[in-house]
């Protein structure tokens, strides 16, 4: 009879063979009360007083023994035949040797090829990786990975760096490819919270002056990602009329006719109307690049020089003129203008009037006088005749100036009297309905034609005075009409095609196909500047002021 004394609970400990229950032994009973001992024969029951329905249990074993149930084991955990230190139920993982290489009783993953009973042949690799070490994945459906090189050799959450399976960084963190962030986006070596994929975007704090992986504009670029219809891009805020400067700073409109906004570093301004120049707010003058008279015509070329054809009594190809830059030029009876490339005006041919000095935004001659828009927008005229009133112009500030015989006109710059026509000379005198600032029509355009004369309304619609004798098609809409000498007129459309009118039958007013840049017409002829810079002339052709092409490539007004 064997007693142990306890501090808790008193247990009965059963050393009985042949499986009898608790208080009984093979061929024989017996009774005990609380701490009587008993003993029989043949059973070999011990017994230790204590409370009733005490448990018959064996020794406990240690982690590493060999078991059969958890009950045999002090962390009733019996894993692979031996006592386990945890539960070990995971997928692929075990408590032996034999499997894991590890010692007995220490739960690890089943190593590849130590796996006789195949308890992961049946667990994909993800399955099975879930409950990897280390947050890999399985090597195969039977082991667990111990190194990487890939991320899909992590579990979810994970990225492969340097060998083993990392966590996933968050927004801010320093990176090197968008595999290593949670967001999947990696900008300017930080884990960004968004794609941020615009050029003109950036998520790093130095680039953005935002916070470290939040996305933003890059603070040293012009183009910031801006609302561009229904998708935001990237926008150049030095020239974007409706981002000028910053998103969403729309540029404004001019009072001048014709004229557009514009956005030039950063700055709303206003562009001219076509076939002007000039800063759209204060002045837009008109530049000529192609110009002819009765029986000749020139063009300025892409450099700048001045070519023309036609009469050639006229002196209008000197050898000196090589040597002069254009940037404007208009056509006489018998001569040539054009303004310099330094500002100043200079003629030539068989009779040109004495310019007059000072620097020249806009010429504009009639048969046998010229007048200037000057830089400060006053007008300047001279003549080689005497009495006709052409040299005698009248004060203020001006836009545009147009020239026919014996007369000019210009459009009033600014006042109660801005964008309205006023004309001067001998011409005004004899013919009836010349423009006056006392008439409300306004204009965006002007163009001088013998006694009479044409202008483009704010609308593009066309107005006429003087001597008219065959009107445009009703309804006509211009970008420009070309100035000249002639009762034959031509516009191009809003479409840059040519439609003309006039003499009927005469070749003038059949224009070619195409589209145009610039245009001016002769004494029964014209001629015009096609979109890829070739001159090409319609009409009489009689000294060869109208030929189908002419050699170069020339400007036009746009």
């Known amino acids: 009879m064997l007693f142990v004394a306890c501090n808790g609970p008193k247990r009965e400990f059963n050393t009985t063979s042949g499986g009898g229950a608790p208080g009984s032994a093979s061929g024989g009973s017996s009774d005990a009360g609380a701490g009587s001992p008993t003993s029989s024969e043949g059973g070999g029951n011990q017994t230790m007083g204590g409370e009733a329905g005490a448990l018959n249990e064996p020794a406990v074993k240690s982690d590493g023994l060999a078991c059969a149930a958890d009950s045999e084991c002090e962390s009733r955990h019996c894993r692979d035949e031996v006592c386990c230190a945890s539960d070990c139920s995971g997928t692929c993982q075990a408590c032996a040797e034999s499997r894991t290489g590890q010692p007995d009783g220490t739960c690890a993953s089943v190593v590849s090829g130590l796996d006789p009973r195949e308890d992961c042949e049946t667990e994909s690799p993800e399955s099975c990786g879930e409950d990897c070490p280390g947050s890999f994945t399985c090597a195969s459906s039977s082991a667990c990975r111990t190194t990487c090189s890939a991320d899909s050799h992590c579990v979810s959450g994970y990225f492969c760096g340097g060998g083993s399976c990392q966590p996933l960084k968050d927004k801010g963190i320093q990176c090197t490819t968008g595999a290593e962030c949670s967001s999947k986006s990696c900008r300017d070596g930080v884990c ?114 001045v070519k023309c054809w036609g009469n050639q009594n006229l002196g209008l190809s000197p050898a000196g003129l090589a040597n002069v830059l254009f940037t404007s030029i208009t056509a006489g009876s018998d001569f040539m203008c054009g303004i310099r490339d330094n500002g100043l005006a200079y003629c030539w041919g068989a009779n040109p009037p004495a310019v007059k000095a000072g620097t020249f935004l806009a010429l504009a001659a009639g048969d046998s006088h010229v007048c200037g828009l000057k830089s400060n927008r006053t007008l300047d005229c001279w003549t080689r005749g005497s009495g006709d009133g052409t040299d005698s112009p009248p004060s203020g500030a001006y836009k545009w100036i147009a020239s026919g015989t014996d007369y000019s006109c210009a459009i009033v710059q600014g006042g109660n009297s801005n964008n309205r026509g006023t004309c001067w000379g001998a011409g005004t005198m004899i013919l009836a309905n010349f423009p006056s600032t006392s008439n409300a029509q306004t204009y965006q355009q002007m163009h001088g034609a013998g006694f009479g004369g044409w202008g483009v309304g704010s609308d593009g619609g066309i107005v006429n005075w003087g001597k008219i004798l ?70 009489s052709n009689d000294q060869g002021q109208a030929p189908t092409t002419v050699s170069g490539t020339f400007q036009g007004y746009w």
Do not use: Y
């Open 192 to 305: 960004c919270e968004s794609a941020c994929s615009l050029s003109c975007q950036a998520c790093s704090a130095a680039t953005t002056g935002l916070a470290e992986g939040t996305c933003g504009a890059r603070k040293s670029s012009m183009t910031k990602p801006c609302q561009a219809g229904s998708a935001t891009s990237c926008v150049d805020v030095t020239t974007e009329v409706n981002h000028c400067g910053g998103c969403g700073n729309v540029c404004a409109g001019s009072s001048l006719p014709g004229t557009t906004p514009a956005c030039s570093a950063s700055t709303c301004s206003v562009s001219c109307p076509v076939g002007t120049l000039g800063d759209g707010v204060n002045v837009c003058v008109p530049v000529t690049t192609v110009a002819a008279g009765p029986t000749f015509a020139c063009g300025l070329l892409a450099d700048g020089h």
């Open 470 to 539: 065959f009107s445009p098609p009703s309804g006509t809409l211009v970008k420009t009409l070309g100035a000249g000498s002639t009762q034959n007129r031509c516009g191009i459309l809003m479409d840059n095609t040519l439609t003309c009118w006039g003499t009927p039958g005469s070749e003038a007013t059949i224009p070619p196909s195409g589209k145009f840049t610039a245009l001016a017409m002769g004494g029964g002829f014209a001629c015009g500047v096609k979109s890829g810079g070739q001159m090409s002339c319609w009409g």
